[in-house]
């Protein structure tokens, strides 16, 4: 399976004053898989240092000294371990700290060997007040589920992806093609961006197999919470977890997940299951001016769960629903939402944990809420998930009179059109967002 970030592990490679390298992001996102292809397509040589299958080579990096690493990882594994040739891959690092630790001396004493680190639960280790984090020694590259034009990859439309890449704000799309799209999109939606959903579906093409498949990796999520929470906030994980799919797209109210829970323990467990890349927050941001998160209220909110067909999964919606029904309007427009915030952030820059915000106006007289809010080539682009026609678009309209920005973006299931400033979008080419916004904002 083709991964867009295979580009940027390439590039790295060729660096010529490169850092080691720490791959992140979620339990099962193909962190792994993606680097293995990467060593064993790029390298004369992939060498696999597994902490969890091989805790006796934790003592290995007893030392700091890159050097006495190698060679003692050498000699125990059997493999030789060589400058320019051999991918040195440290898998489940955060059950080795001292592993993290040596990157910066792989990088002051040892620039040349290609080193990568992996994790699923990595986040807890390099957020923990204790550990010290080797800051201008590594690099981070964040790998999150596929994206919709990676899932077409993947089912063999690379004809389509390459139609999507090369559609200009003023092509007319065939109405075959546009249909084509949104069932193939819709399809996306049930099944999600998860690596082995995905690939269950090339090899039997078995929808109800791919549910059976995403109820285990929930199951395997629920099952990672011993390793990062107590006891006592075990509970409220699993409560969190189990409501999350349903307060997708809402302002979050602590009440709703349980209102016989302290607002603090969800707030921790909220804390927790971000940290795992299981819940993705949206601020609300005043969008006054740049940076946007300069100017973030965090106690208003909203969230996205890491998948959207794993989310449709937590929530039992039909497969038949999920197949015919016009998607902006499924669970009151949350599952549009979800969708086009998880294509937002799998197109963000992989070197930065991306985040998302919206807005809201909350007065009597004017109430007024705009989906996501973000910001593209210096510009603050404002963006609307709605079924429709872009003359109903009140708070985008309004946004954008108060903001005095240029361009709106109105996502819906309607072909691509720009009417005067706003850009009717299909769902399917989120991906293209960045070049439209240069093209319309240049023009």
Request: proline share 4%; glycine share 4%; charged share 20%.
């Amino acid at each position: 399976m083709q991964r867009d970030i295979e580009q940027d592990l390439i590039h790295w490679k060729q660096q010529m004053n490169r850092l080691p390298l720490l791959l992140r992001g979620a339990r099962q996102v193909g962190k792994s898989y993606v680097v293995e292809k990467f060593g064993q397509s790029h390298f004369e040589q992939l060498v696999v240092i597994n902490f969890e299958l091989q805790p006796e080579l934790i003592q290995c990096f007893n030392t700091l000294e890159p050097k006495e690493i190698i060679a003692a990882l050498g000699i125990l594994t059997r493999q030789r371990i060589e400058v320019n040739r051999t991918l040195l891959f440290l898998d489940e690092i955060q059950d080795c700290p001292n592993a993290i630790r040596s990157l910066r001396y792989f990088k002051e004493k040892l620039p040349e060997l290609h080193v990568i680190g992996a994790g699923s639960l990595l986040e807890f280790v390099l957020n923990d007040a204790d550990f010290r984090m080797p800051v201008g020694r590594v690099q981070s590259l964040y790998l999150k589920p596929l994206s919709f034009k990676e899932y077409l990859t993947a089912i063999g439309y690379e004809e389509l992806r390459a139609f999507l890449e090369n559609t200009a704000i003023n092509t007319v799309i065939n109405p075959a093609i546009h249909q084509q799209l949104l069932k193939l999109t819709r399809e996306y939606t049930m099944l999600g961006g998860m690596p082995a959903v995905v690939q269950e579906y090339i090899t039997t093409g078995d929808l109800h197999q791919c549910q059976h498949l995403q109820t285990v990796l929930l199951n395997t999520y629920r099952n990672d919470f011993g390793k990062y929470a107590t006891h006592a906030e075990h509970k409220h994980l699993q409560r969190l977890f189990e409501k999350a799919p349903g307060l997708i797209a809402q302002h979050f109210k602590y009440t709703k997940v349980d209102p016989d829970l302290r607002s603090r323990d969800i707030k921790n467990a909220l804390a927790l299951l971000q940290q795992a890349g299981l819940i993705y927050p949206i601020y609300t941001t005043a969008a006054s001016g740049l940076p946007l998160e300069s100017v973030v209220n965090e106690k208003k909110f909203k969230i996205l769960f890491l998948d959207v067909g794993l989310a449709m999964r937590a929530s039992r919606l039909d497969i038949e629903l999920l197949l015919q029904e016009d998607l902006l309007l499924l669970n009151r427009g949350a599952v549009a939402e979800q969708l086009v915030g998880q294509e937002l952030l799998a197109y963000s820059s992989p070197y930065d944990d991306a985040a998302l915000y919206f807005w809201c106006r909350e007065k009597k007289s004017s109430q007024a809420e705009v989906d996501f809010v973000i910001n593209m080539h210096t510009q603050i682009i404002p963006i609307e998930v709605k079924a429709g026609t872009t003359g109903r678009l009140k708070s985008l309209n309004m946004f954008m009179d108060e903001k005095q920005v240029s361009l709106g973006i109105h996502v819906s299931q309607q072909p691509l059109s720009l009417t005067k400033n706003i850009l009717s979008l299909p769902l399917y080419l989120i991906g293209e967002l960045p070049r439209f916004v240069r093209d319309c904002t240049c023009a």
